[in-house]
């Protein structure tokens, strides 16, 4: 009965966000989704989402210094930027939980060249602790956050997920998306970029997060709108889903400068 009760609210919770266009949009989410090849500066090639891609080559790139991409397993994301980083740029490549960390090594070793993986760092932290600590703030030249996340895609395909989803996992979601956007802005030097990621539906998740950060830092954030075609337009970002987008996504994406007006 509980299974069914979670499965119900979970139809009524997305059917009141997308509507008509639910049926059509859960119908896409079920199906097998193609990932591409991706191959420049790596190699070996790596197989991921198109709409990963996108995320990650939003990140604008300085000339030097050091990256965070924040929760970078399985790191697809970090080969991306890695392969498109200049000489004196470096990356740091975070994963919180042990085991994913250590794939994330392990695709590290496997996919870069010698050089790039001498500039590519892996640690463990919490970044929305980090930011708590003064010495960190202002230390990385770019920050891409993939923020875990509802992973609706996920949930519609494995029934234990699907028995235990209640509305509450959205709004805790969204609890913990804050406390490290929040953290990475923080983390950010003035003039860097900050790129926002979830693979989210709600809008909780995603404009609801992200215009926090408008809100608490004011002009110190620049909002810095995607520039790629793909996906749909939302008031800070864009949403890329597989009904409309050729099976690509579900991805969502905001990106932001910090202002030198602090």
């Not at 008509?20 to 591409?36: A, F, G, H, Q, Y």
Request: glycine share 8%; proline share 6%.
């Amino acid at each position: 009965m509980t299974g069914l009760i979670s499965n119900s609210s979970f139809e009524a919770y997305y059917q009141e966000l997308y509507g008509d266009r639910w049926k059509s949009l859960r119908k896409n989410l079920l199906e097998k989704r193609t990932p591409i090849a991706f191959t420049q500066g790596i190699r070996l090639p790596y197989m991921l989402d198109r709409g990963s891609v996108l995320a990650a080559q939003s990140l604008r790139l300085p000339d030097t210094g050091l990256i965070l991409d924040a929760c970078a397993a399985p790191g697809g994301k970090s080969l991306v930027i890695a392969a498109s980083m200049g000489p004196e740029v470096s990356l740091l490549a975070n994963e919180p939980s042990r085991e994913r960390r250590r794939r994330l090594l392990k695709v590290l070793e496997d996919h870069l060249n010698t050089e790039t993986r001498r500039r590519v760092q892996v640690s463990g932290f919490d970044a929305a602790q980090l930011g708590g600590n003064h010495r960190e703030r202002s230390r990385f030249a770019g920050v891409l956050l993939d923020a875990p996340c509802s992973s609706e895609r996920y949930v519609l395909m494995d029934p234990n997920a699907l028995g235990q989803w209640t509305p509450a996992r959205p709004r805790f979601l969204a609890r913990r998306q804050w406390a490290l956007l929040s953290a990475a802005f923080l983390l950010l030097r003035p003039g860097a970029s900050l790129v926002y990621v979830t693979c989210a539906l709600s809008e909780e998740e995603n404009d609801g997060v992200a215009s926090r950060l408008l809100a608490k830092y004011g002009p110190e954030v620049l909002l810095d709108e995607p520039s790629f075609p793909e996906g749909e337009k939302t008031p800070l970002g864009r949403l890329i889903l597989p009904d409309t987008s050729d099976g690509i996504g579900p991805l969502y994406i905001a990106r932001f400068t910090r202002s030198h007006a602090m």
